[in-house]
């Protein structure tokens, strides 16, 4: 059973469709990325998923249950966490408090779930008292995944992970993203440096005017000179 599918997806805000029957499918253990060019509804696919933008034709299905138009509130408790590309810490908290956030549904000792966020994330560990706003923008993202991971989700949805980070940064999230599929936990991502996620994905999608183009293994999609030339600028 598939972890997520998405079938002939219909879309968008207001009356506009931006999505015109988009789809995918992801397994438990996969990296699945989205690539395309601006405004192909990458992100309002992403969305779509999660129950922010309302779906008016086609369905999802998570781990063999249609959520179609699920509200947001209802995906975290079924195990889909979303880190939205801005505005995606509480500044004034502390990280600790912004992961702490993370974890509003969970009951219980939060100390062993902190513990593996710190793991993947030492900065964090060393930071954990300081107001997440004076923190660089890399180091935000950190604090922002680290949150998502709070619920022990089964999937991570990334949008635009390593948007304003630096060449270093952006390896370290890419990395980062692995280690964390690495635990079991599908990622789902929208990234605009797009070979180098397509490089570590399992499965990859390429959108265009709220279409599926392509579709195909991520290092095969890098490889494909068409899909070079028409959208990974070359």
């Known amino acids: 059973m598939s972890l997520l599918v998405a079938e002939s997806v219909y879309g968008g805000y207001g009356g506009a469709d931006i999505l015109q029957g988009t789809h995918l499918r992801m397994e438990r253990d996969e990296i699945v990325v989205i690539v395309g060019p601006n405004g192909a509804g990458k992100s309002t696919l992403m969305k779509a998923v999660f129950g922010l933008v309302k779906i008016r034709k086609g369905r999802v299905v998570l781990d063999g249950t249609d959520i179609t138009n699920a509200r947001p509130e209802q995906m975290v408790r079924r195990g889909v966490a979303y880190v939205p590309q801005e505005r995606n810490v509480f500044p004034s908290l502390t990280v600790r408090e912004n992961l702490e956030m993370g974890a509003y549904l969970v009951k219980g000792d939060l100390r062993p779930r902190l513990e593996k966020v710190y793991s993947l994330f030492p900065r964090l560990a060393e930071r954990r008292s300081q107001p997440a706003g004076l923190m660089s923008g890399g180091e935000r993202q950190m604090v922002a995944m680290g949150r998502a991971l709070m619920i022990d989700p089964i999937l991570l949805m990334l949008d635009e992970p390593t948007a304003g980070l630096s060449p270093l940064l952006i390896d370290q999230t890419f990395e ?12 789902l991502m929208v990234e605009q440096n797009a070979k180098q996620a397509l490089a570590i994905a399992h499965r990859g999608y390429v959108l265009a005017t709220g279409q599926n183009r392509f579709e195909d293994t991520g290092p095969a999609l890098a490889a494909n ?10």
Do not use: D, K, Y
């Open 176 to 187: 980062r993203i692995r280690e964390i599929n690495a635990l079991g936990i599908g990622v």
């Open 225 to 234: 000179r068409e899909v070079a030339e028409m959208f990974l600028g070359g």
